[in-house]
C-alpha cells in the first residue's frame, strides 16, 4: 500500500482558501487519490477523488501533480464547519487491496474567524 | 449523496455482554462494507472486510470470534462484539461501497461509541 505523508495541522482564516497537500510519492499507477474528513466524533465524510485529472465538486477542488506523487486539496471559500481532521488516502481499484483504505494521522484543520 | 446508518449510536454495557452493532445502506446496495475501530486521539484503524454472502476478511490481529461480522443482505452487515470488556470500548465506525471493483468511494456511518463498564 502507498504511504502518504501530511502535515500534523493547520490553520486557515474563515473565507480564505485552505490548501492542504499530501505526498503519496510511492503510489501505484492504479491507485487513486481519495479524500475524507472527519469531524469530531462523527464517521469520516468523503470528499473527492482523482487519479490523474484535476478534479472538482461542490465540496472541494482536488489538484495532482503530472507525475502523481502530490497531491492537494483545496477548500475554496473555508467555514468554522471545515474545522476536521483531513485524511489523503490511496486507494486501489480493486484486486488484492479490493478497496481498503489505510487512514494515517491526517491533517488537523482549524478554521477561525 | 450515498447514506449509510449506523445503529445504535451509543451503548453502555456490561463487561461480559454481547453488543450487536447493524450498518445499513439506505440509498444504494452495498457489494462490501468495512469495520473500523478508533481509539481516542487515534486514527481509523480497519477490522474487517465484508462482501455480501461470503465470510468476512479480518485484518491481523483482530480476533474473528470475538468480533463476528455477518453481510447477509446487500443493504445490511452486523458487527458483534461477543463478551466484551473494558479493553473494548472504542468508537466502532462502518463504511459501504457500491462495487467490489472500480473507483466508488466508502461512505461512512456516523460510527457508534460503545463502553464496557
Known amino acids: 500500500d502507498a504511504k502518504t505523508t501530511q502535515p500534523t495541522s493547520m490553520d486557515c482564516a474563515e473565507g480564505r482558501a485552505a490548501n492542504l497537500p499530501c505526498n503519496h510519492s510511492?503510489?501505484?499507477?492504479?491507485?487513486?487519490v481519495y479524500w475524507y474528513r472527519q469531524i469530531h466524533s462523527q464517521g469520516p465524510q468523503y470528499i473527492i477523488h482523482?487519479?490523474?485529472n484535476n478534479e472538482t465538486n461542490e465540496m472541494a477542488s482536488l489538484i495532482i501533480t503530472e507525475d502523481r506523487k502530490s497531491s492537494t486539496l483545496i477548500l475554496p471559500h473555508a467555514t468554522l464547519r471545515d474545522t476536521a481532521v483531513y485524511y489523503c488516502?490511496?486507494?486501489?481499484?480493486?484486486?488484492?487491496?479490493?478497496?481498503?483504505?489505510?487512514f494515517g494521522q491526517g491533517t488537523i484543520l482549524t478554521v477561525h474567524p | 449523496g450515498a447514506v449509510v446508518s449506523q445503529h445504535p449510536s451509543r451503548v453502555i454495557c456490561k463487561s461480559g455482554t454481547s453488543v450487536k452493532i447493524e450498518c445499513r445502506s439506505l440509498?444504494?446496495?452495498?457489494?462490501?462494507m468495512f469495520w473500523y475501530r478508533q481509539f481516542p486521539k487515534q486514527s481509523l484503524m480497519l477490522m474487517a472486510t465484508?462482501?455480501?454472502?461470503?465470510?468476512?476478511?479480518?485484518e491481523q490481529g483482530v480476533e474473528k470470534d470475538k468480533f463476528l461480522i455477518n453481510h447477509a443482505s446487500l443493504t445490511l452487515s452486523t458487527l458483534t462484539v461477543t463478551s466484551a470488556h473494558p479493553e473494548d470500548s472504542s468508537f466502532y465506525i462502518c463504511?459501504?461501497?457500491?462495487?467490489?471493483?472500480?473507483?466508488?468511494?466508502?461512505?461512512f456511518g456516523d460510527g457508534t461509541r460503545l463502553s464496557i463498564l
Open positions: 463504511s459501504a461501497r457500491g462495487s467490489f471493483w472500480g473507483n466508488q468511494p466508502q461512505h
Open positions: 510511492t503510489i501505484s499507477g492504479n491507485e487513486y
Open positions: 482523482g487519479l490523474k
Open positions: 488516502l490511496p486507494q486501489g481499484a480493486g484486486g488484492t487491496s479490493y478497496g481498503k483504505l489505510t
Open positions: 440509498d444504494f446496495q452495498a457489494t462490501t
Open positions: 465484508s462482501n455480501e454472502g461470503s465470510k468476512a476478511t479480518y
